[in-house]
């Protein structure tokens, strides 16, 4: 597995090399807020559950057991993951020199994700990654054990959440935008089981860092929340 190739093409000038910790349960909108936070503090945007969600994607795509963890360790073996800039100079996620992007949202990747999520060997060589590419700081990273596992020494530390209706909606929301009509009720019953692997597993359960700032987002808009977290990172 390769080392991610993420580049920061801001010319902002940072007095401290910055890690921006942003956590949270499934749907509750941790990308869109990083990416907007990351962008407007000229800083390199991470999403870790992507990466978890590649991983998903590759077992999907190629069926073994994964306790088996010979079959596993296989597995890792012959997966690429990469964050590469586009023409448009966005960030996309490749798996293996495919643009995958837009095939790991789904319920079922999502769920998949969250399995494979608890095996040592795979959290092993992906935090590995993460925290290669945090050693040159200036990142904001999401996922849901940046603060308490991968990064416990971050410079600030966010812990996103909203109630499991709310979540839902949003998630609706934004599969059909990408042109997925999945019923609300389905996607409820998803995400709590997401909530229940993720909260129970063994491995970096998901819970707020002791020193997070925790935000309920249940009625605010991306905006309201973008500008709490900057405004806390910039002491205002």
Same mark, same amino acid.
């Given at each position: 597995m390769n080392y991610p190739s993420i580049k920061n093409h801001t010319n902002m000038k940072m007095e401290k090399a910055l890690i921006i910790t942003i956590d949270g349960?499934?749907?509750?909108?941790?990308?869109?807020?990083?990416?907007?936070?990351?962008?407007?503090?000229?800083?390199?945007?991470?999403?870790?559950g992507a990466m978890y969600r590649a991983i998903a994607l590759q077992v999907k795509r190629n069926p073994l057991n994964i306790d088996n963890e010979e079959e596993l360790l296989s597995l890792l073996r012959n997966t690429e993951i990469e964050?590469?800039?586009?023409?448009?100079?966005?960030?996309?996620?490749?798996?293996?020199?495919?643009?995958i992007t837009d095939k790991i949202r789904s319920p079922e990747i999502s769920r998949l994700s969250s399995d494979v999520a608890t095996k040592s060997l795979v959290r092993k060589k992906l935090v590995e990654i993460?925290?290669? /590419?945090? +050693?040159?700081?200036?990142?904001?990273? %999401?996922?849901?054990?940046?603060?308490?596992?991968?990064? *416990?020494? !971050?410079?600030?530390?966010?812990y996103l959440d909203a109630t499991l209706e709310e979540r839902a909606k949003r998630r609706s929301n934004q599969l059909r935008e990408a042109g997925q009509s999945i019923g609300v009720d389905?996607?409820?019953?998803? /995400?709590? +089981?997401?909530?229940?692997?993720?909260? %129970?597993?063994?491995?970096?359960?998901?819970?707020?860092? *002791?020193? !997070?700032?925790?935000?309920?987002?249940?009625?605010?808009?991306?905006d309201d929340v973008i500008n709490r977290i900057i405004a806390e990172v910039k002491g205002e």
């Open positions: 349960p499934s749907g509750v909108g941790k990308s869109t807020v990083a990416k907007s936070v990351a962008k407007r503090l000229g800083l390199t945007y991470l999403d870790t964050f590469v800039n586009n023409k448009e100079n966005n960030l996309i996620l490749t798996l293996n020199n495919e643009n993460q925290r290669k /590419i945090g +050693l040159n700081g200036n990142i904001v990273v %999401e996922g849901r054990d940046m603060g308490t596992y991968v990064f *416990p020494d !971050a410079d600030f530390k966010f389905n996607i409820t019953k998803e /995400i709590e +089981l997401r909530d229940k692997q993720d909260k %129970e597993r063994l491995e970096s359960p998901l819970h707020p860092a *002791p020193n !997070a700032v925790i935000i309920n987002t249940t009625n605010l808009i991306a």
